[in-house]
T-cell receptor, first 114, second 113 residues
Framework: DAGVIQSPRHEVTEMGQEVTLRCKPI?????LFWYRQTMMRGLELLIY????????DSGMPEDRFSAKMPNASFSTLKIQPSEPRDSAVYFC????????????FGPGTRLTVT | QQQVKQSPQSLIVQKGGISIINCAYE??????FPWYQQFPGKGPALLIA?????SEKKEGRFTISFNKSAKQFSLHIMDSQPGDSATYFC????????????FGTGTKLQVIP
């Protein structure tokens, strides 16, 4: 298996622009997580999907952030409009769900907003 | 109550030495405690995990010690190697919930030759 796939790996954009991050979870996994990692705040859970349904989005910083999972093999995280403080590494992770808790992380997208 | 406190923030150990990272939690509902290892430019990867029904779990050079009454757990890396240099995150989860994992703040380990 190729593991969790994220694209793009790097994104540089100007403040105010829309940014879309993409994730393909491991086939057969039922749970998908979006995290943000910064030096100041560490690893933060943004949103969690189970069977394509958003279960908890309490970690989404504000309305500028939105996430979708239209099917079991694809998810997006969108920031509109982007701000410099959104600069971070964004990780997608997936797991089997149920009583199997191990989360498999993708390589991350490094976002820089200037 | 959802926090997991991790220390130290950074650690330098000589090759062959023992690396020890400590974590503490408040939420007594947590019942799954994984450790993740992250190399620069990579996503975190599960290293080892423990449930509170045992006090210790060992996998190779990596051992988790768990103290349920003190609500503390620690990672010991025996015979530390330069290849172990990475950032280590402890975490905790509640199996009665929906698999939300709360991560510690991370420990950057450097093993020097």
């Amino acid at each position: 298996d190729a593991g969790v796939i994220q694209s793009p790996r790097h994104e540089v954009t100007e403040m105010g622009q829309e940014v879309t991050l993409r994730c393909k979870p491991i086939s057969g996994h039922n749970s998908l997580f979006w995290y943000r990692q910064t030096m100041m705040r560490g690893l933060e859970l943004l949103i969690y999907f189970n069977n394509n349904v958003p279960i908890d989005d309490s970690g989404m910083p504000e309305d500028r952030f939105s996430a979708k999972m239209p099917n079991a093999s694809f998810s997006t995280l969108k920031i509109q409009p982007s701000e410099p403080r959104d600069s971070a590494v964004y990780f997608c992770a997936s797991s089997f769900g149920g009583d199997r808790y191990e989360q498999y992380f993708g390589p991350g997208t490094r976002l820089t907003v200037t | 109550q959802q926090q997991v406190k991790q220390s130290p923030q950074s650690l330098i150990v000589q090759k062959g030495g023992i690396s020890i990272i400590n974590c503490a939690y408040e939420n007594t509902a947590f019942d799954y405690f994984p450790w993740y290892q992250q190399f620069p430019g990579k996503g975190p990867a599960l290293l080892i995990a423990i449930r509170p029904d045992v006090s210790e779990k060992k996998e190779g050079r990596f051992t988790i010690s768990f103290n349920k009454s003190a609500k503390q757990f620690s990672l010991h890396i025996m015979d530390s190697q330069p290849g172990d240099s990475a950032t280590y995150f402890c975490a905790a989860s509640n199996s009665g919930g929906y698999q939300k994992v709360t991560f510690g703040t991370g420990t950057k380990l450097q093993v020097i030759p």
